[in-house]
């Protein structure tokens, strides 16, 4: 009898942990866009929700507040805004891989063969799209910026006044944090930085910052599970908030 690998360890559970945990957020992230609700607490916003783009977004001072839409967007403004997200995330060269194994079985784990018949890779129609992996970056980073304002406005009480923090803020500072560094150890942002530099000693500036993405770039996997799952953590707080599950402690 032929065998189709000679792997006797338990090569199956990291693939299926993958799926478990990619179809876990994206459950709560569908009911949580959908939702349309309880994402505004002043002074926090969800990240599932900024920047606001329908008119149905409440009032905001300071925040990102752009109804661009108007009335007439019949659904949830997060549905709009989670395309940049969400593409930056499936075009990611780490969650290729993650979600090509658990869901595709291409190939399900190292040294164990694939059960397609053929293989095209990455170049035919729908797979060749993920090439725009390079904007969705460019996109994402603006919505990081957006985020990080989101941050300061954070440090304020419900009056306006400013030199304050909660709970919610130091959510959403981790949850700003490790979006910067995911999206700074992206492996098109290492090669947009120093990928096409022949000579690094005349770019010692370009040089250092290749370095440091580099640093990042190793831990591109942790990031990537890291984040995603902040990001999830600051919209539930935000919706518990909001909904008045809890009060956000007060630091100062």
Known sequence: MTVRHLRTDRWWLPPAATAAGLLAFIVYATWRAFAGSHY?????ISPFYSPCLASSCPAMP?????????SWWPLSPAVIILIVPLGFRMTCYYYRKAYYRAFWSSPPAC???????????ETRFPLILQN???????????????????????????HGSWGHAGLGTLVLL?????????????????????GRLRHFSKHPVR?????WIGVLNNRHMLLAWTSL???????FYIYLVSSGAFADPRFF
């Open 62 to 70: 300071g925040g990102a507040r752009w109804p661009i839409f108007g």
């Open 207 to 211: 040089y250092k910052l290749w370095g």
């Open 40 to 44: 505004y607490s002043e002074p926090y």
């Open 229 to 235: 799952f902040m990001v999830g953590f600051a919209d």
């Open 111 to 121: 040294a164990v063969a694939e059960p397609h018949a053929t293989y095209s890779g």
């Open 132 to 158: 725009v992996h390079r904007y969705f970056l460019y996109l994402s980073t603006i919505v990081a910026v957006i985020l990080t304002w989101d941050l300061v406005l954070a440090f304020r009480d419900k």
């Open 174 to 194: 981790v949850n700003a944090g490790l979006l910067w560094t995911y999206t700074l150890s992206c492996h098109s942002c290492r090669h947009i930085v120093g």
